[in-house]
């Protein structure tokens, strides 16, 4: 599959509506927006090749609904108000945008070198990211959609598979509501797993949007299945969020940098 037959295949899915396309040839990215309110998303024509290779054309048409979704979801005005239980934090990276095309900022806060935390209101099948104009409106404050967002993320139920290499358990938490990486964030949920579950080192690792990975190592060779794990996970998600791991002790999260076979930073 070949950039331009891809990008030929998405346009042509998305053609009859109101949105215009635009290709970028030296990032090969296509961009796709509302021909008169011009706002839209852009798409990583490689990263999408890559989940095509893997799942063929189911890849080609979850592309389109989530293009199709969040395009709605951009042209609608929505309100905080009255949707209190729908707000949620999610995890993005360092290099994610900071703020709209529209130059409106969006609402968000650091959490490691690698992680910054947005705030979203979900509307069921996608969700749109909190700016500030939309705080300034209803005069909502930061420090209230923090406590929100925190309040019902604890509300979600956490569910894991386990799968052990080379003596080396791992936990992945991944039940697909678009808050699997967020639960990096639930302390009550961590502490409580690190003291009943965990016999070795914890770590943690958030790749993609879509999983949240918890390593109990037991030996060298773990840290290096770990990183070899997350790369994987990283290079194919939907919402990559980064490389890197990090160790977990006493409610602190610390990068991992892994520097050759069997040896960790």
């Known amino acids: 599959m070949t950039s331009l037959k891809m990008r030929k295949l998405l346009e042509e899915k998305l053609s009859g ?72 934090p999610v995890i993005r990276s360092t ?10 900022s969006l609402f968000y806060d650091d959490h490691t070198a690698e992680t910054r935390i947005y705030y979203a209101l979900d509307l069921g099948s996608t969700y749109r990211l909190i700016d500030e104009r939309m705080m300034e409106k209803e005069n909502w404050t930061e420090a209230k959609i923090r406590e929100m967002a925190r309040f019902n993320l604890r509300s979600l139920k956490v569910t894991y598979k386990k799968d052990t290499v080379a003596g080396n358990p791992f936990y992945f938490v991944n039940s697909n509501d678009g808050y699997d990486a967020s639960r990096i964030l639930n302390d009550q949920f961590l502490k409580q797993f690190s003291e009943e579950t965990i016999t070795g080192t914890m770590t943690l690792a958030v790749p993609h949007q879509d999983v949240l990975i918890i390593g109990d190592i037991q030996n060298e060779v773990g840290y290096d299945v770990l990183a070899q794990m997350t790369m994987s996970f990283f290079a194919s998600g939907h919402v990559p969020v980064t490389a890197l791991s990090f160790l977990y002790e006493n409610g602190e999260l610390e990068p991992i940098f892994i520097l050759g076979k069997n040896r960790k930073k």
């Open 95 to 104: 290099s994610f945008p900071t703020e709209t095309r529209d130059e409106i």
């Open 17 to 88: 509506s109101d949105w215009s396309f635009s290709y970028d040839r030296e990032k090969d990215t296509l961009r796709v927006e509302h021909a008169e309110q011009k706002k839209g998303i852009t798409i990583s024509i490689p990263g999408l090749i890559a989940k095509w290779e893997e799942k063929q054309e189911a890849a080609l048409e979850e592309m389109v609904y989530y293009i199709r979704e969040a395009l709605h979801v951009m042209n609608e005005e929505q309100k905080l108000t009255g949707k209190e239980k729908n707000i949620f």
